[in-house]
């Protein structure tokens, strides 16, 4: 994946250092890498963006959500690696949080980090069968946090991301009767679009002198 590779490359020449929205969509960007092969890069990756992390606030939430919905949606070779790499870091706050992680998804049998049991069958049922017809999802995909984890994907404004706009427009629209699903997938969503390739743009501008 070169254009990850070369995002790992702007990240560590500062290219977006007065950036903080593309800063984030470059973290996003190199974290595409945790989707391929177990091999060297993902050391380097880990080794790259924990300065960020420790530096950033909003970049290490960045890493962590990315993270999270990786596991979810069942990418976990090359995810366990990275948090394996974080977790050998220098930095304590990191390699600590990573080291949880990892003893929680092997304690959880490989299925997710975290729990939520407060879905309506009946929606998500609903939501998950149109998936399916749209061929956005295979039938036997039975995460309980799916939606959740759809709704957290970051776009980065390539072909492949038709299908996850698309997802995202099937799920709002099922959960537009539903209050609480509503609420809690409207937040999902607002955190996603913030990381997006074009969140940026609905971001207020920075003041200026």
């Not at 879905?119 to 956005?136: G, V």
């Not at 072909?159 to 997938?185: H, M, P, Q």
């Amino acid at each position: 994946m070169p254009g990850a590779v070369l995002a790992i490359d702007a990240l560590q020449d500062g290219f977006a250092a007065n950036t903080p929205k593309f800063e984030q969509d470059l973290v996003v960007a190199a974290l595409r890498l945790v989707t391929g092969p177990i091999g060297s890069h993902i050391t380097r990756l880990a080794d790259a963006l924990v300065p960020f992390m420790e530096r950033s606030v909003d970049l290490d939430r960045t890493v962590w959500r990315e993270l999270e919905a990786l596991l979810a949606d069942h990418s976990a070779g090359a995810t366990r690696a990275f948090l394996a790499s974080l977790a050998a870091s220098d930095s304590d706050a990191i390699a600590v949080r990573a080291t949880n992680w990892l003893a929680a998804y092997v304690e959880q049998g490989g299925t997710t980090l975290t729990a939520d049991g407060g879905d309506d069958a009946s929606i998500i049922a609903a939501i998950r069968a149109r998936l399916i017809d749209e061929e956005l999802i295979v039938n036997d995909h039975a995460d309980p946090r799916l939606l959740d984890t759809i709704a957290r994907k970051s776009a980065n404004g390539s072909e492949t991301d038709r299908a996850l706009l698309k997802a995202r427009e099937i799920i709002v629209e099922g959960c537009r009767d539903n209050y609480g699903r509503r609420s809690k997938i409207r937040a999902s969503l607002a955190e996603a679009i913030e990381h997006d390739h074009i969140g940026h743009v609905l971001s207020p501008p920075a003041p200026t002198d």
